[in-house]
């Protein structure tokens, strides 16, 4: 076995641990898959790859939960996320990725740990500046789900609608980098069959974690959410720097 066999199959094991990360978590699992893609794939490919890995492990992860999604929410999020894709595409790779690695990073430990959101930024108005902020950070950093599950998270209580509604939404979020960065000439058909057996590999890691997560309680799943989106703000804070 070769060292790009080798790799290949590190890849789609990963897939599978991340799927189920973020299926126990409610979210994480695209934000490790992305910093080992970085250290593997050629620079032009982890972004999109990725986004169509993480594309597919959310169809699967909705496809599980699907009774438990907030529709109200993600009608709200999916065209305002369209909107900062599209303008975030504009200005592409103009922006100091440090800066945006620190906001982000400040943001996520603020809606952790910080005191909790006032109704009207939890409402139609916050929902539709939150999309758009993440449908534009998403094409800069790759793996915006945290700031798009502490936006569901700071929401809803419910560990099943947490999840579900997340996964909804972010299977929406990253349809549209095929398009960005197909129409900037990448050529999928080159990594058609490490994505799909990524898929494949991811979808068994949800199924796996969606049944753990109908044994945990609320309380434990808080806590898990918590530290998990604390421990990625603090790796960005660390790669910033």
């Not at 945990?216 to 604390?230: A, E, G, R």
Request: charged share 10%; aromatic share 12%; glycine share 10%.
């Amino acid at each position: 076995m070769g060292v790009q066999d080798i790799w290949f199959s590190l890849l789609v094991g990963l897939s599978f641990l991340t799927s189920l990360l973020s299926a126990v978590a409610g979210a994480g699992g695209g934000a490790v898959l992305i910093a080992v893609l970085a250290s593997v794939l050629p620079a032009h490919a982890i972004i999109p790859v990725h986004g169509f890995v993480q594309m597919g492990s959310n169809v699967g992860r909705s496809a599980l939960t699907w009774r438990h999604i907030d529709w109200r929410t993600v009608i709200w999020f999916v065209p305002f996320g369209l909107v900062g894709t599209l303008l975030g595409s504009l200005v592409l790779l103009q922006l100091p990725q440090h800066w945006l690695q620190l906001s982000i990073a400040g943001f996520l430990l603020f809606l952790t740990w910080g005191p909790q959101l006032p109704k009207l930024i939890l409402g139609r108005v916050g929902l539709a500046l939150g999309a758009a902020l993440c449908g534009f950070i998403s094409l800069f950093v790759g793996a915006s789900g945290p700031v798009v599950a502490s936006f569901v998270k700071a929401r809803f209580d419910h560990r099943h609608t947490v999840v579900a509604t997340f996964a909804a939404i972010m299977t929406m979020q990253h349809a549209p980098k095929a398009i960005v960065f197909g129409a900037q000439g990448f050529v999928f058909e080159q990594w058609w069959l490490l994505i799909m057996c990524m898929i494949a590999a991811g979808f068994l890691g949800t199924y796996m974690g969606v049944r753990w997560l109908k044994r945990m309680t609320n309380q434990h799943f808080d806590q898990l959410f918590k530290w998990v989106i604390t421990l990625l703000a603090l790796r960005l804070l660390w790669t910033a720097f």
